[in-house]
């Protein structure tokens, strides 16, 4: 299966956009860009999904107005061919096909009031949202089953069946049963006429316990095969460590039938509660795994009845490690979400997550989603792992994802394509004819221009550009066009660009022609950004930030993923505001 695009419509900052994504199932997807662009939205839109429809809360509307009503439509393709799926404020198809949880971050500001001697003071805190595994815990039913009256009922023979009770402890094995077998069959005439007919002849028969079971066994399985439901339920219960033969199986299968026929509704309510505890017991051992010791015997960290729900409720954040409260409240939600995948297609998504964490609690992070993806794998299932960053991860040093499984999507199309002109040029920077001249008057500021265009059309460059002047030119011709938000510029000329206009102008704050040859003379922008603040002059910190820019952009080229990355930092508002900001200096 892959999921081919996803349509967005009315969800908070999104009118209307398709994401054409072609999503991998059993691999981190992660979905790339800009801060402001709407990842924050594409999430809220799923996590509003609901079973029959989309419920947006009031704030979520686009552009405020509850009459913009939210539509998410998912293409898909799989064995069948492809497929589309739609859900809005009145229906929801997505769910028919996918299981969808998102995670995001938990921290929320809280403001209390306080009245001090008639002064009312607001105290501020950062506190993480408590987070709720069981939204309602179901009433406390209990199976009726005891082995005693269980045999009485049966009938002479009754002392041949075991004591099942730990049938009635499993919660995956009455999973099966209760979604896979249909016990109103069995007060269906047919069905529990010749069930009765068998158990008259099992009472009838006299011996040991082994050897009523062995007649059994011999003469009577290929009449129990025949009554598919009740063969159905046996298979089951065959399954169980506690039941070692067919005809064991058996005789559970006629106990576990009086027991839901006499408790009617409350068969399903007792079963729900052994789901209850499974679930309970599950969050409970596994967050107390991922726990620092010290840290749980400060806070006791664990779930928690309250009310009608199973929560847990975290120390205050000024009381935890930002890095134990993010990696602790996202494993939370990571083994929140796999309990409740139940569907073969899962969609899990993650957002203001991946960005935030330290380097430790990053390759954490990166485990726990690596082992939920092989886990769900083993299962056979189509599991969607996706990934909401405004970080490259092909460029983010602490990424340990194998990337040949990454799938890559950029949600906003940048401009990532380079002149290979200028990428050849930076390959063959090295080149002992040209190294020297490029390095100074083309790579950074010089005032006066060099002409090297021989050499250049040797290592077929072009010709022009030979001319430091004529290079200038064209960096800040692609400039112009970015700072005019066209689309078409070159990303890596714009890093010379840059590099080149912070150097022009600290040269310019420089008026001994001494302290401007030596500026001139040292290598490297931040080498020289140091040297003015030496010798007493202001240096701006958006030179030294733009380093982001103008820096190993313009080292570390290989292909153009590497422009693409340049391309992405370049989109980023706050980027362009400070490029566009050098620029406007005279």
């Not at 209307?16 to 402001?36: C, E, M, S, Y």
């Amino acid at each position: 299966m892959k999921i081919k695009n996803i349509k967005i419509i009315n969800v908070k900052g999104i009118a209307n956009r398709t994401f054409d994504l072609n999503l991998i199932p059993n691999k981190p997807n992660i979905l790339v860009a800009p801060n402001g662009f709407g990842k924050s939205s594409f999430s809220i839109g799923f996590d509003s999904l609901k079973r029959n429809k989309i419920e947006l809360d009031e704030k979520n509307y686009h552009l405020n107005d509850s009459n913009n009503k939210p539509v998410i439509e998912m293409t898909i393709e799989d064995i069948s061919g492809i497929k589309n799926l739609l859900a809005n404020d009145t229906t929801n198809i997505i769910s028919n096909e996918f299981d969808v949880f998102v995670i995001n971050s938990q921290l929320m500001a809280k403001a209390k009031k306080m009245n001090i001697s008639g002064n009312i003071i607001v105290k501020s805190s950062l506190e993480i949202s408590p987070i709720t595994l069981i939204k309602t815990i179901p009433s406390k039913v209990l199976f009726s089953y005891n082995v005693t009256k269980a045999r009485q009922a049966f009938g002479t023979n009754g002392f041949i069946l075991s004591n099942i009770i730990s049938v009635f402890k499993s919660a995956s094995l009455l999973h099966s049963i209760i979604n896979e077998v249909n016990f109103s069959k069995f007060v269906q005439v047919k069905t529990s006429r010749t069930l009765s007919i068998l158990k008259d002849e099992i009472n009838e028969k006299t011996g040991t316990k082994k050897q009523i079971k062995s007649w059994i066994e011999e003469y009577k399985k290929a009449e129990f095969e025949d009554i598919s439901e009740f063969n159905k339920l046996a298979k089951i219960l065959r399954n169980f460590d506690g039941i070692s033969t067919d005809t064991e199986s058996y005789l559970a299968a006629f106990q576990v039938i009086e027991t839901a026929l006499s408790m009617k509704a409350n068969f399903q309510k007792a079963a729900n509660y052994v789901f209850y505890l499974d679930e309970k017991d599950y969050f409970t051992t596994s967050i107390n795994d991922f726990i620092p010791a010290n840290v749980q015997k400060r806070f006791d960290i664990k779930p928690k009845v309250s009310g009608s729900s199973l929560v847990i409720e975290w120390p205050k954040a000024h009381e935890i490690s930002n890095g134990q409260r993010d990696i602790l409240s996202f494993i939370a939600l990571l083994m929140k979400a796999k309990r409740s995948f139940k569907k073969q297609n899962c969609i899990l998504i993650i957002d203001e997550v991946f960005d935030y964490l330290d380097d430790a609690n990053l390759i954490a992070f990166q485990y726990f989603v690596t082992n939920m993806i092989e886990d769900m794998k083993s299962k056979g299932k189509n599991f969607f792992p996706i990934l909401m960053t405004h970080l490259d991860p092909l460029f983010f040093h602490n990424n340990c994802f194998n990337k040949h499984k990454l799938k890559v999507a950029y949600l906003k199309e940048t401009p990532y394509q380079s002149s290979q002109h200028i990428i050849n040029l930076i390959k063959k920077r090295g080149d002992s004819t040209i190294q020297q001249d490029v390095d100074k008057h083309h790579f950074h500021y010089y005032p006066t221009p060099v002409s090297i265009e021989n050499e250049f059309v040797a290592l077929g460059l072009p010709k022009a550009w030979g001319c430091s002047e004529k290079f200038h030119e064209f960096i800040n011709f692609e400039v112009e066009k970015y700072l005019e938000d066209k689309k078409d510029y070159d990303p890596l000329a714009i890093c010379f660009g840059v590099r080149v206009k912070v150097e022009e102008l600290i040269y310019d704050q420089i008026k001994d022609s001494e302290k401007r040859q030596e500026f001139l003379d040292l290598h490297g922008t931040k080498k020289k950004l140091e040297y003015c603040e030496k010798i007493r002059h202001s240096v701006p910190d958006t030179f030294y930030l733009l380093g982001i820019i103008y820096n190993d952009e313009l080292h570390r080229h290989k292909d153009d993923d590497n422009v693409r990355a340049v391309a992405n930092k370049l989109e980023n508002f706050v980027i362009k505001k400070m490029i566009s900001g050098i620029f406007s200096k005279t």
